[in-house]
Nanobody
């Protein structure tokens, strides 16, 4: 059973920064594509960013220039650095792992999901 565990969420004011982390003891972070998704109350889950096995990255337009996805092979950890946070970024953020090498922002490509970490941005 693959478990992904997110951490780093919290409450910040607009304009602030947070860094989310995703770890797994069973899944090699560097072995396949991974991604971050988010779900705000009353809304569908949406993609945020993806990183391929070879470190290519992709972002949804609404986070470009503000968020950075990265991974540390030695620590087997996936990160999402978030800056210039906006109230609209308030959501539960999920780490996801797929079975393919190439990145994707499509939810169906991912088979393993974490429980999420809450990010709340206040004005």
């Amino acid at each position: 059973q693959v478990q992904l565990v997110e951490s780093g969420g919290g409450s910040v004011q607009a304009g602030g920064s947070l860094t989310l982390s995703c770890k797994s003891s069973e899944y090699q972070i560097n072995s396949r594509a991974m991604a971050w998704f988010r779900q705000a109350p009353g809304k569908e889950r949406e993609a945020v960013a993806s990183i391929a096995m070879i470190r290519d990255t992709a972002y949804e337009d609404f986070v470009k220039g503000r968020f950075t996805i990265s991974k540390d092979r030695a620590k087997n950890t996936l990160y999402l650095q978030m800056s210039s946070l906006q109230v609209e970024d308030t959501a539960m953020y999920y780490c996801a792992a797929g079975l393919e090498y190439g990145l994707s922002l499509r939810e169906f490509k991912y088979v393993y999901w974490g429980q999420g970490t809450q990010v709340t941005v206040s004005s």
